[in-house]
């Protein structure tokens, strides 16, 4: 008998399922997730799922990883601090492309360098520059190098990488090595973003391997990709980015296997995040523009997702524009109050007492800061170091901290770098107090609602005295930005043209009047044509008031709060190859792959060369992230020309899929 564990790391919960043969869920477990190190959750959720179980840790053939990390890290502004090399690109490119965001302020250098279309060098690499450039750096944990068409011609990312590694020691991504596709600005974020997620990935398979090597689990370690397929730990740690949208990509697996679901949108209410994915005859799309989290247009394969800042532990905050007043949540993640009164019940309390006992409403009333490390990082500011160093492990009243403007926006860059955490008002907290949930400290978040709710409308008059009636306001809240993610996800999907964005549509007064059945000299009916599969822990307790505002289906499955766990542990392995072929004149075919460019004279031999080199590569791949038995797939696109009545050759992109399962068995 075959056992698989399941593992999905959320902002709130880490959540483990143990599978008999792939076809039965016979346990499974939540625990809090330990934010300052998620491998504690980790531990806690698989040593309670085999007690549960009764399965010895012996007995389990295969674990399988699914997390948030890096979709949160990039959708909360966190990450390491990195630096990027840009090849060959002109100047101010950077400014243009949006990496002046990305980098927020991380060092950077533009180097003379790069390729042709054809991968013909345009100058020589300055080795020189560079070398002098980072000797020079300090507190950097990666680096990130872009280099022009380097998918025709790697040569100066290689070289580059040697230099750095060299030089420093530190991992590198290179931009070629992420994507095979042109657009050099797009490959530089990628790798920008893939570089500052390394040291934060590779530190949280590494803890979760000592945690389940510590309950003697000695079976293959797996993570899931943001399309869904399995990858080897060790390739998650190499390309960390590929992990975005893991935990998203794992419940739509998962969401398939609990439901069978053909045609369907599935949303993901986590703490962080709302993951809304459509399943189209039974299998979620690749969005083919590339993974976006946040801000950020990736060159990642992944699931087509849209992921929003909302969910069960998403900052409440005061709407200020107009007369009435009101609340609006997310994007950011904080710590519920009512979770904060249960690992520090009297400094919370205190503090909240001493609060309502004011006759004057604070601007930081029922919020909490404290440091989450005891290390002194690097890379700060004379500011941000003096404001980490009045933070403790306790929570401290967020006004007893902030004394100024220039300290609130310290202590955002502390929080952007995980280094802090915020507790305040969150749905959740409205939640106990409502009584749809009563894990956490309900008093606690009672007396938050009452202080936030002390806050005035631009009218003049507070916003609730009832702390029951505040808490409903926030879920009605929650339910309604839900319903606008899901329409604007059910917009981006119709291959209609409606004449305006998504969101633009999905708030649009019509399109709501419609959900309500409008009757007037109008009639006007709308909602969703197919159903919602809603997961995570708390779907039930939203979800079912959002299915009824868009006039559809809500499946609420069992096991819908571990959907992801599940997703984890019975995808596949799936690795893809891709390579072009060029013609840089008539009758000469060049070959462009990762590592090196090949010249030949005829179409057909250059096609089976870069195939064969491509199944080489996903046949690695596969090996590599732990499938035995697996099934290539190879796909041609050659695009020619007609010009005098003949064919003329202009560009080949060949793929090829290695899919397997992983292998099991105890090591």
Sequence with gaps: MTYLLGIDTGGTYTDAVILREESEVIASAKSLTTREDLALGIGRAVRSVLSTSGISAAQIAMASLSTTLATNALVEGQGDRIALVYIGFRNGDIAKNGLSEALKGDPYLELKGGHSHSGSEICPLDEAALSAWITGLTGVSAYAVASQFATRN??????????????????????????????????????????????????????????????????????????????????????????????????????????????????????????????????????????????????????????????????????????????????????????????????????????????????????????????????????????????????????????NRLESQALSRLVSRGLAQIAALTPSDASHVLGYTDVWDKEAAEKALLLFGRR???????????????????????????????????????????????????????????????????????????????????????????????????????????????????????????????????GHYRVHLRDSVMDFGDEEEALLALEQALCRSAQSAAHAAGAEDFELDISRDIRKATVENRNIFVEAQVQVTATGRPRVGNL
């Design 154 to 403: 790697p040569a100066h990312e290689l070289r580059t990488a040697e230099i750095i590694k060299e030089i420093t020691g530190k991992p590198v991504s290179a931009s070629h090595q992420l994507s095979a596709k042109l657009n050099g600005p797009k490959r530089a974020l990628t790798a920008l973003l893939n570089a500052r997620l390394i040291g934060m990935i590779d530190r949280l398979i590494r803890r979760a391997g000592e945690q389940l090597q510590s309950l003697s689990i000695q079976a293959p370690l797996m993570v899931v990709r943001g399309d869904g397929a399995l990858i080897s730990q060790d390739q998650a740690r190499e390309k960390p980015i590929e992990t975005i949208l893991s935990g998203p990509a794992a419940s739509i697996v998962g969401a398939r296997w609990l439901t069978g679901a053909e045609d369907a949108l599935v949303s993901d209410i986590g703490g962080t995040t709302t993951d809304v994915a459509l399943l189209k005859k039974g299998r979620p799309a690749i969005d083919p523009m590339g993974a976006q989290v946040g801000p950020y247009r990736t060159m990642v394969e992944a699931v087509a997702m849209r992921t929003t800042g909302l969910g069960g532990d998403s900052e409440v905050h005061f709407q200020v524009e107009g007369l009435a007043g009101g609340v609006f949540l997310g994007p950011k993640r904080v710590l519920p109050v009512s979770l904060a009164a249960i690992e520090q019940a009297q400094i919370v309390h205190d503090a909240l007492d001493a609060q309502l006992k004011s006759t004057l409403p604070g601007e930081y009333d029922g919020r909490f800061v404290r440091k989450t490390t005891v290390e002194d990082p690097s890379g700060f500011t004379d500011r941000d170091r003096q404001l980490w160093l009045k933070l403790t492990n306790r929570f401290l009243p967020l006004g007893q901290v902030l004394t």
């Design 456 to 586: 005035r409308t631009g009218a003049g008059v507070v916003l609730s005295t009832n702390a029951n009636d505040l808490a409903q306001r926030i879920v009605d809240q929650l339910t309604y930005q839900t319903t606008i993610a899901l329409l604007e996800a059910a917009f981006g999907e119709e291959e209609v043209e409606f004449g305006a964005s998504p969101f633009m549509l999905a708030a649009h007064p019509l399109l709501q009047k419609g959900l309500s059945g409008h009757r007037g000299i109008l009639k006007i009916d709308t909602g969703l044509n197919i159903p919602v599969v809603g997961l995570g822990a708390s779907a039930p307790t939203y979800y079912p008031a959002v299915g009824h505002r868009l006039n559809c289906d809500m499946i609420l499955p069992e096991h819908a709060g571990v959907a992801n766990a599940i997703g984890a542990v019975v995808g596949r392995v799936t690795m893809r190859a891709s390579g072009t072929i060029t013609s840089p004149s008539e």
